[in-house]
């Protein structure tokens, strides 16, 4: 059938299943816009406040459900504004397609309006990008940027289209979408067995699991390895929810901010095995010494993750569903009773601890894991508020944990929960920020008004860059350059301004009984926090230190 290229590119969508895009429109993107119009039934777009909304937005949605998140905008700033979104998408492997609009070809290279060569600022950010100049190509196009975004090591993908090709005529035919295969052709069953002999060999391995496993879709297999091997486990940000939180073997998360059971286990183990995790330096710190007494096993489906950052001594390249699954079928039952015991000793000894005489960020986050049980989509800001997230709330499956990792995007968390939300209308999502973070893309509290979507937005007001007031504390003579948000800003009547429901709370027994209220509500909620501008995350890994060396506030007045 003869179709334009705005109408291809609708039905390359609804080829791919896709129910949701999230964008804003503009002039050069018109023509999709209009083609989108007459198939408002059949795929739902979210028109953001700003196009960094929708490309979080687009990244929460394809990390709720695994799915590839969609998002578009028009050309120049439109597509510029997408940038932290796909970088933050790119850093954390989630699969993305972002398509954009262009000037039409003829006025292409000549600083046209809103003019911008998109696919050569994406470049570095993506996995792969395209821009389309004839209308012939947008139809291949399309399903090949969703199957790139997807196979393999997921990541974002952006299509540029130029106008014409948007107007432009030309034969249309269905076809049916790529089916997506694991990779498992890299797989060597030799480095299989290595792994199983240093396995049987090992008298105190540790597990590390990072976003790989989730990306997979992992977990039963990995669930099944960790009885196995019988080791403790210890996760990434990016791997909460791979491993049962709750799970007698789960010493916490590792790194900059992780437990000191996890750091020290880490750091006494004979054996680290690490499954879809990158080595980033806030897991490992001083990589010269991470895990100096282990040999080390990297099971990743990516090879340039191989030896980048951490020597290995047995590398498996594939997927990990596959590669546990067949290290599973062969491994026998292993005993390291001792080894658990010395581990849970440390957790015992090593609590997550903090101020219990005032309201402060772990305790709502511990008071939120009641009120939902564990049940709900919880999603991110960046900084100190993440870190408690991370520490205080126990994820129990998988995507339940939402939060930029690599790229650590301030503003990113309220898009996310939107689009988390109307990927999974089943569960309660609730995003977790600071002040400095709420304030720089609270304008989707209103994207979350226009459209229903009944997200709870808690922000844990410390009236301060709170991580970074951190760091000037403790590195930097508490000389606290620009980080004091001290005013007027009063963010229980802007939520209410833009159409929310709001609530302050000012102290510990305020709490219960905002947080049953709110989580009744059938429409966006705002909840301030207001905590002390002190408060820190503990334990800690200083810039350039080894986890062995983590600390907390017990270690700094014993100094």
């Known amino acids: 059938m003869q179709l334009n290229g705005s109408e291809i590119i609708i039905e390359c969508l609804k080829e791919q299943k896709v129910d949701t895009i999230f964008g804003y429109p503009g002039g050069t993107i018109l023509n999709v816009y209009d083609a989108l119009y007459k198939h408002q039934s059949e795929i739902k777009h979210v028109l953001t406040s700003h196009e960094q909304g929708a490309s979080h937005a687009a990244d929460g949605y394809a990390r709720a459900t695994g799915k590839v998140g969609v998002c578009m905008a028009t050309s120049g700033p439109g597509a510029t504004n997408l940038v932290t979104g796909i970088a933050t998408a790119y850093m954390d492997s989630i699969p993305l397609v972002a398509i954009t609009a262009n000037v039409a070809k003829p006025a292409l290279g000549k600083d046209s309006f809103q003019e911008i060569d998109i696919a050569g600022v994406t470049m570095p950010i993506t996995k792969h990008n395209y821009i389309v100049k004839n209308v012939e190509d947008i139809a291949d196009t399309i399903r090949e940027a969703f199957y790139i975004a997807a196979s393999g090591r997921p990541g974002p993908v952006l299509v540029d289209i130029t106008k014409d090709a948007t107007a432009g005529v030309c034969e249309y035919t269905p076809v049916e979408p790529k089916k997506i295969e694991r990779k498992t052709e890299t797989i060597c069953d030799c480095s299989v067995d290595a792994a199983i002999e240093l396995i049987k060999e090992a008298k105190k391995p540790f597990i590390y699991i990072g976003g790989g496993v989730i990306a997979a879709a992992a977990n039963e297999e990995l669930a ?26 789960y010493t916490g998360m590792i790194g900059m901010h992780g437990t000191k059971a996890s750091n020290f286990g880490v750091s006494k183990c004979d054996l680290l095995i690490a ?39 047995v590398s498996i390249i594939g997927d990990a569903k596959e590669v546990l699954a067949r290290i599973n079928a062969k491994l026998d039952s292993q005993d390291h009773a001792e080894w658990i015991a010395e581990v849970k000793e440390m957790k015992e000894k090593f609590p997550l601890s903090y101020n219990q005489d005032a309201l402060t960020g772990p305790y709502v986050i511990e008071k939120i894991y009641e009120a939902t049980k564990g049940e709900a989509v919880i999603t991110t800001e960046v900084g100190q508020h993440q870190m408690w997230a991370a520490q205080f709330y126990k994820y129990k499956e998988p995507r339940t944990l939402i939060s930029s990792g690599g790229l650590g995007t301030m503003g990113y968390g309220l898009g996310a929960s939107i689009g988390a939300k109307i990927a999974r209308p089943d569960k309660k999502v609730i995003n977790i920020a600071g002040d400095g973070c709420f304030r720089m893309n609270m304008n989707e509290i209103a994207t979350a008004v226009r459209y229903n979507v009944p997200i709870v937005q808690v922000v844990i007001n410390n009236h301060v860059l709170g991580m970074v007031r951190q760091w ?27 159409g929310a429901k709001a609530y302050r709370i000012t102290s510990k027994d305020e709490v219960d009984s905002v947080l049953a209220e709110a989580l009744n509500q059938d429409v966006p909620v705002v909840i301030e926090c207001q ?29």
């Open 224 to 249: 099944e390895f960790v009885k196995k091997v019988n080791a403790p486990v210890c996760d990434s940000l990016m791997g909460k929810g791979a491993f049962d939180n709750n799970d007698e073997l």
């Open 275 to 313: 499954i879809g995790a990158r080595f980033s330096d806030r897991v490992t710190g001083n990589a010269s010494k991470f895990a100096n007494n282990a040999k080390i096993i990297h099971i990743d489906v990516d090879a340039a993750e191989i030896n980048k950052n951490v020597k290995t001594d």
């Open 472 to 498: 000037q504390t403790l590195f930097y003579g508490q000389r606290y350059s620009n980080t004091i948000l001290n005013d007027a800003v009063d963010f229980v009547k802007l939520a209410e301004a833009m």
């Open 531 to 559: 905590i002390a501008e002190d408060d820190k995350v503990f334990p800690m890994v200083a810039p350039g230190g080894a986890i062995a060396e983590a600390f907390d506030a017990k270690d700094l007045e014993n100094k």
